[in-house]
């Protein structure tokens, strides 16, 4: 199992370094130099950079050296948590994801926790329980809510809730709450709000894993040893919950190893239709204003997680499976 | 044995259909057949005729589409004095009942030693499973008993095959890790559904002479479905016949190999290559194929491929079981014309 854990240690890190080259490539790729882009956008808003203040800056990322130097410099930044600095906000890259961060992972844990609690009870039900009319219920709410874009869900809600209880839930708090200090009365009005997104992006998210668990349980259930176990005289919840669905939970774990970057990348289109101040619409704004070093820090971001939720899946199956552990 | 003819299992006018998309498919049109104590029958038929639905119906785990609509499995338990007729396919499938009987009474191995065992736990675990929930023993007794049970089966090393996964283990060894679990818990009854099919030549003659050891050791009574007579030959005491779920034909192993009655029997015979045959003689075949299971012949299902067709008879009418002998059954107009008394 060590070997096993080290051998996929080496894979994560040599992905890791070939995507920091790319990038890195798309970080230096819109014409001009930083400091020409970064002087740009300051004339377009109005202000003079003083010299001193580019020079600051030359240093800081190397500009005047070779472009291997400049990817050094980047690279080791990014290790002491230095992404650079985003030419909008004028501000280090790094506050400015730290800030929403916070926010992000809370609703995109809890609508991952919400996807697996709700879709895999249902989804062994429905397996087990193939054509009669739990399954047929589940299969066709599963299928509206796949078909619906949660950002229409995340509308409907929103006005429905307004109409039927009169308060807002666009954003993560009540406006008397936003700038307020940390206190009870603002923690209950947060999960007053907070539900709202979970539940928006949790809804497309678990009809997708019921109907995947329900075939995967299906197929597993028609196995021999599946049988062989039910012949042996085991009750049927053991049959089915030892020996089919630990074996049929194999690619939803994969699959959750590469849900892992949404935790960060914050579902853009819900977030901005309810307004809500996590890491995703940021993102966007980069990639539309070419901030780069913002943009470029996100898709390292974004990377680094998949490579690391492929590597937790990896050993997560490798406890499951022995077959993968004694490859 | 003291009494040979103590019947252990009777399967009477068993019917099952499985309902799918493309309408009811009946599997199983009416098998008969007697069991006895310690002996072993041989069901044997084509691919497609119903013998592991069959094996199902009498561990009561049809698969959740299929329904048992009419007859009955009996098996007969002992019980110190005599015997209870436990009526099979009246109890619940889930039923406690039903599960104390499956792999405690009775024990089945399968076609695919390479997944019947499930790749995420070993031998051992899957061994104890059965032993924990049918015996009353703690848990050293528990694991002597199942390294015996692997020792039993002739496997070298029980101990490292106890901590062994299924992957790492041949299928030959993998079948007998089943037969051990099938008899760790000393059943009466043994269904041994196509256990060598899956097998190699020098394998299936090796799990063959296991299996023949230890019911001559036990004395258990095992049903072998398969499609080779060959293995018939060296294996059962009986053999029930069957052709598109109907037995057709069932007597003693002699019988059938010297006076079959069934042009069915007669002709599955005649079609066994022989070694002493002339080389330029072509093989003997069964005309025609199994008729698809959804569009099932008129009167005797065999009549479309059958040398002794009777116009005006076998098409028209459904031919039922005559006893021609003690123990001698056969579902053939050929030998009855009682018969024609029967609606």
């Given at each position: 199992?060590?070997?096993?854990?080290?051998?996929r240690?080496?894979?994560m890190?040599?992905t890791l370094?070939?995507i920091s080259?790319v990038g890195?490539?798309i970080?230096?790729?819109?014409?001009?130099?930083?400091?020409?882009?970064?002087?740009?956008?300051?004339?377009?808003?109005?202000?003079?950079?003083?010299?001193?203040?580019?020079?600051?800056?030359?240093?800081?990322?190397?500009?005047?050296?070779?472009?291997?130097?400049?990817?050094?410099?980047?690279?080791?930044?990014f290790?002491?948590?230095?992404f650079?600095?985003?030419?909008?906000?004028?501000?280090?890259v790094s506050?400015l994801i730290w800030e929403r961060l916070g926010f992000t992972v809370a609703i995109a844990t809890g609508s991952l926790l919400f996807i697996w609690l709700v879709a895999i009870p249902i989804g062994?039900?429905?397996?087990?329980?193939?054509?009669?009319?739990?399954?047929?219920?589940?299969?066709?709410?599963g299928m509206a809510g796949l078909s619906i874009p949660d950002f229409m869900l995340a509308l409907v809600l929103m006005?429905?809730?307004?109409?039927?209880?009169?308060?807002?839930v666009g954003g993560l708090?009540?406006?008397?709450?936003?700038?307020?200090?940390?206190?009870?009365?603002?923690?209950?009005?947060l999960v007053?709000h907070l539900w709202v997104p979970i539940v928006v992006v949790g809804t497309s998210g678990t009809a997708g894993l019921m109907r995947i668990m329900?075939?995967n349980?299906?197929?597993?259930?028609?196995?021999?040893?599946?049988?062989?176990?039910?012949?042996?005289?085991?009750?049927?919840?053991?049959?089915?919950?030892?020996?089919?669905?630990?074996?049929?939970i194999h690619p939803l774990i994969m699959l959750l190893g590469m849900s892992l970057p949404t935790i960060i990348s914050g579902s853009l289109i819900v977030s901005i239709v309810l307004g809500l101040p996590t890491t995703g619409p940021l993102y966007f704004n980069a990639l539309r204003?070419?901030d780069?070093?913002l943009a470029g820090t996100f898709l390292m971001f974004l990377a680094f997680m998949l490579v690391l939720g492929n590597f937790l899946a990896d050993i997560l199956l490798?406890?499951?499976?022995?077959?993968?552990?004694?490859? | 044995?003291?009494?040979?003819?103590?019947?252990?299992?009777?399967?009477?006018?068993?019917?099952?259909?499985?309902?799918?998309?493309?309408?009811?498919?009946?599997?199983?049109?009416?098998?008969?057949?007697?069991?006895?104590?310690?002996?072993?029958?041989?069901?044997?038929?084509?691919?497609?005729?119903?013998?592991?639905?069959?094996?199902?119906?009498?561990?009561?785990?049809?698969?959740?589409?299929?329904?048992?609509?009419?007859?009955?499995?009996?098996?007969?338990?002992?019980?110190?004095?005599?015997?209870?007729?436990?009526?099979?396919?009246?109890?619940?499938?889930?039923?406690?009942?039903?599960?104390?009987?499956?792999?405690?009474?009775?024990?089945?191995?399968?076609?695919?030693?390479?997944?019947?065992?499930?790749?995420?736990?070993?031998?051992?675990?899957?061994?104890?499973?059965?032993?924990?929930?049918?015996?009353?023993?703690?848990?050293?007794?528990?694991?002597?008993?199942?390294?015996?049970?692997?020792?039993?089966?002739?496997?070298?090393?029980?101990?490292?095959?106890?901590?062994?996964?299924?992957?790492?283990?041949?299928?030959?060894?993998?079948?007998?890790?089943?037969?051990?679990?099938?008899?760790?818990?000393?059943?009466?009854?043994?269904?041994?559904?196509?256990?060598?099919?899956?097998?190699?030549?020098?394998?299936?003659?090796?799990?063959?002479?296991?299996?023949?050891?230890?019911?001559?050791?036990?004395?258990?009574?095992?049903?072998?479905?398969?499609?080779?007579?060959?293995?018939?030959?060296?294996?059962?005491?009986?053999?029930?016949?069957?052709?598109?779920?109907?037995?057709?034909?069932?007597?003693?192993?002699?019988?059938?190999?010297?006076?079959?009655?069934?042009?069915?029997?007669?002709?599955?015979?005649?079609?066994?290559?022989?070694?002493?045959?002339?080389?330029?003689?072509?093989?003997?075949?069964?005309?025609?194929?199994?008729?698809?299971?959804?569009?099932?012949?008129?009167?005797?299902?065999?009549?479309?491929?059958?040398?002794?067709?009777?116009?005006?008879?076998?098409?028209?009418?459904?031919?039922?079981?005559?006893?021609?002998?003690?123990?001698?059954?056969?579902?053939?107009?050929?030998?009855?014309?009682?018969?024609?008394?029967?609606?």
């Open positions: 199992m060590l070997a096993f854990i080290a051998r240690l080496v894979y890190i040599s370094v070939l080259f890195f490539l970080i230096n790729l819109p014409p001009g130099s930083y400091i020409d882009v970064f002087q740009a956008q300051r004339q377009l808003q109005g202000t003079h950079t003083a010299e001193a203040e580019l020079e600051a800056l030359k240093r800081r990322y190397g500009l005047d050296k070779p472009v291997p130097v400049q990817y050094w410099i980047w690279v080791r930044g290790v002491r948590g230095d650079g600095r985003s030419f909008e906000f004028n501000r280090e506050e062994i039900y429905t397996a087990t329980h193939q054509y009669k009319l739990g399954d047929n219920v589940a299969t066709i709410v006005v429905v809730i307004q109409r039927l209880f009169g308060f807002t708090f009540s406006r008397e709450y936003v700038d307020a200090p940390w206190s009870l009365a603002k923690v209950i009005d007053k329900r075939g349980l299906l197929d597993i259930l028609n196995m021999q040893y599946v049988q062989a176990a039910r012949a042996r005289g085991l009750r049927e919840a053991t049959v089915v919950v030892k020996h089919a669905v630990r074996n049929a204003q070419q780069m070093y490798g406890l499951i499976d022995p077959r993968i552990r004694y490859e | 044995m003291a009494d040979r003819a103590e019947t252990i299992l009777e399967v009477r006018n068993l019917h099952t259909h499985f309902h799918t998309e493309s309408g009811v498919v009946r599997a199983l049109e009416g098998v008969d057949f007697t069991l006895n104590r310690g002996q072993v029958l041989g069901v044997v038929g084509e691919s497609g005729c119903g013998k592991s639905v069959t094996a199902q119906c009498i561990m009561n785990m049809v698969p959740s589409r299929g329904r048992i609509v009419d007859g009955s499995v009996i098996y007969h338990q002992r019980n110190g004095q005599g015997t209870d007729a436990v009526e099979i396919t009246a109890l619940p499938p889930k039923s406690r009942e039903m599960r104390r009987i499956r792999g405690n009474e009775i024990a089945m191995i399968f076609q695919e030693p390479m997944t019947s065992l499930d790749p995420l736990y070993t031998v051992g675990n899957q061994l104890l499973e059965a032993i924990n929930l049918h015996q009353d023993v703690d848990r050293t007794e528990a694991r002597a008993l199942a390294v015996h049970s692997l020792d039993r089966v002739q496997l070298p090393e029980p101990e490292r095959v106890f901590a062994s996964y299924p992957h790492q283990l041949s299928g030959g060894q993998r079948q007998r890790v089943m037969i051990a679990i099938a008899l760790s818990c000393n059943p009466t009854l043994l269904i041994a559904d196509e256990p060598t099919t899956a097998l190699d030549v020098t394998t299936q003659a090796q799990i063959l002479s296991l299996m023949r050891d230890l019911q001559d050791e036990t004395h258990m009574s095992i049903i072998f479905i398969t499609h080779d007579l060959g293995v018939v030959a060296e294996m059962c005491d009986e053999v029930a016949v069957m052709y598109l779920g109907k037995v057709v034909e069932q007597t003693d192993i002699d019988t059938t190999f010297y006076s079959p009655r069934h042009p069915y029997t007669q002709a599955l015979l005649r079609s066994i290559p022989r070694l002493d045959d002339d080389q330029d003689r072509r093989l003997e075949v069964i005309a025609g194929s199994v008729p698809d299971p959804s569009s099932i012949p008129s009167g005797c299902r065999f009549h479309p491929r059958c040398p002794d067709f009777m116009t005006g008879v076998c098409e028209h009418r459904e031919p039922t079981l005559i006893q021609i002998d003690e123990d001698h059954q056969v579902r053939c107009h050929l030998y009855g014309e009682t018969a024609s008394s029967q609606p």
